[in-house]
């Protein structure tokens, strides 16, 4: 059996290839849950980066100490790797981490040159505790207690969570108090919905949950949306064409009516609301539980189990409806590819752009392997791939800039200033747009003297930024 690791970020910002991880935290655990072992990792803020206001204030963390922290994103990146080596074969867990912190520290290991998908390969699997907690409390009400949100919904937040269930969380929005309280909230939730416990662990990764939608002939799957979580009962029809997650009907509509409709027909009727084909988003850790289930779920128990298989039955591997809806899905990826053909940084090129080379694996082991940066420096311009070349210098240029030529500083250092200074709208925090967030809140915290001397210490900090690349 595997070790869990329960681990969580703070982070510079929202955006998912534009952030910098400011300070991580990892507890591993044993199958049944009791720690083994823990480690948390700091950051020094990259000039590179803009750090969003709101994210810091949120996070509560200091500039002062992130400007103090010896290691840079690189050298904690890679005090990470070396932790996460000793931790033998691992379930990861965070919570929203497979919205959030693991795309964070995907972007981090590219960006920094490192084995990008270290959380689910060799090995090793990801789940996220947010949607074991949403099954739980669908499944068994009475599991674990959630938070209200003021128009009367459950609220699954983990600080919410926390306080319904008196669970430890003494300094929130810091990585090593959110950890203890999603361990505390996974210990919940083995002990009291130990059957939605033991269904998640089936589907910690891609291939498992599509070996499941294969092999059943229908299984119930939460979603959360209008207010909270739903059940769906739904069969496997098949993988969309491009982006390969698996597509399946709700059995709550009358199958018989779409097995007849020709494309343009089908087209439409796919339209409809509710929808009819349900994703499974099986990278993001789905829950996928037995029909056994179904009686709590009347929109699907008063139309009766007998006409549920026969609706499943028919529609169970009918590859002439198959063939049809991934035609239309191909058709719609396509086109929505085509309105996103616009120019992309690097960083977003992180999913969209080739794996490495064999050559350009070569180079970037030997990027990391070389001692000193003035080593490193000589190698950059060695990758095929123009992308490693850009990550390389940037990486340089945040470590020992000095490494540099002149013109290769000059250049990247030109780089960033026109993109931080920019008054554009970009997919990162520019220094405009940082200033603007800091107006805001000195308004929003006028009577609050604690948080208006944070929010003056960002924006010295800033200032100091905006300085270093005036000079551009």
């Not at 509560?60 to 050298?75: A, C, D, F, I, P």
């Not at 939608?213 to 993988?239: C, D, F, R, W």
């Not at 169970?316 to 940084?345: F, G, S």
Request: charged letters at 30%; aromatic letters at 10%; a neutral charge.
């Amino acid at each position: 059996m595997s070790n869990f690791i329960i681990y969580d970020l703070e982070t510079s910002d929202s955006h998912l290839q534009f952030s910098q991880i400011l300070e991580a935290s990892f507890i591993v655990c044993d199958e049944n849950l009791v720690e083994l072992d823990r480690a948390n990792f700091y950051a020094r803020l990259s000039r590179t980066f803009v750090p969003n206001p709101g994210a810091l204030i949120t996070n509560q963390v200091s500039v002062k100490r992130l400007k103090e922290t010896n290691s840079s994103e690189y050298e904690m990146t890679k005090q990470i790797i070396s932790f996460l080596n000793k931790c033998g074969k691992y379930v990861s867990m965070g919570w929203n981490s497979s919205q959030f912190d693991r795309n964070i520290i995907r972007s981090t290991l590219w960006r920094s040159l490192q084995k990008t998908y270290i959380l689910n390969t060799d090995g090793n699997s990801e789940a996220d505790l947010l949607h074991t907690c949403r099954s739980s409390h669908l499944f068994f009400p009475d599991s674990i207690k959630t938070g209200i949100t003021s128009k009367g919904n459950p609220e699954f937040k983990l600080t919410s969570i926390s306080e319904a269930n008196n669970l430890k969380h003494e300094f929130q929005h810091t990585a090593e108090s959110d950890c203890d309280a999603t361990l505390s909230c996974a210990r919940i939730l083995k002990e009291k919905a130990n059957s939605v416990w033991r269904a998640s662990l089936l589907t910690t990764s891609k291939k498992e949950v599509l070996s499941i939608l294969e092999k059943e002939l229908m299984v119930i799957s939460t979603e959360n949306y209008g207010g909270g979580p739903k059940a769906h009962l739904v069969t496997y029809l098949v993988q969309h064409p491009v982006y390969k997650y698996p597509l399946c009907v709700d059995l709550k509509h009358e199958v018989e009516y779409f097995l007849d409709l020709n494309l343009s027909q089908l087209k439409d009727a796919l339209k409809a609301s509710p929808r009819p084909i349900r994703t499974i988003k099986h990278s993001a850790h789905p829950i996928l539980m037995n029909p056994s289930y179904l009686n709590q779920f009347e929109d699907y128990s008063k139309i009766g189990m007998e006409k549920l298989n026969e609706r499943a039955r028919k529609i169970k591997n009918n590859k002439n409806l198959a063939e049809k809806v991934a035609l239309i899905k191909k058709d719609e990826a396509e086109e929505k590819n085509r309105a996103n053909q616009l120019d992309k940084y690097v960083e977003e090129t992180i999913y969209s752009g080739r794996f490495p080379s064999a050559k350009d694996n070569v180079n970037i082991k030997n990027f990391n392997d070389a001692q000193s940066w003035e080593e490193k420096a000589k190698l950059k311009d060695a990758f095929d791939d123009e992308r490693y070349a850009y990550l390389a210098g940037r990486l340089i240029y945040e470590n020992q800039p000095n490494a540099l030529s002149k013109d290769q500083h000059k250049q990247i250092h030109r780089f960033f200033a026109e993109n931080l200074l920019s008054t554009e709208k970009k997919p990162f925090t520019t220094l405009p747009a940082a200033f603007k967030a800091v107006d805001d809140f000195r308004n929003k915290f006028e009577e609050d003297k604690k948080k208006l001397q944070q929010v003056e210490e960002i924006n010295h900090y800033l200032e100091d930024l905006q300085k270093h690349y005036e000079s551009a």
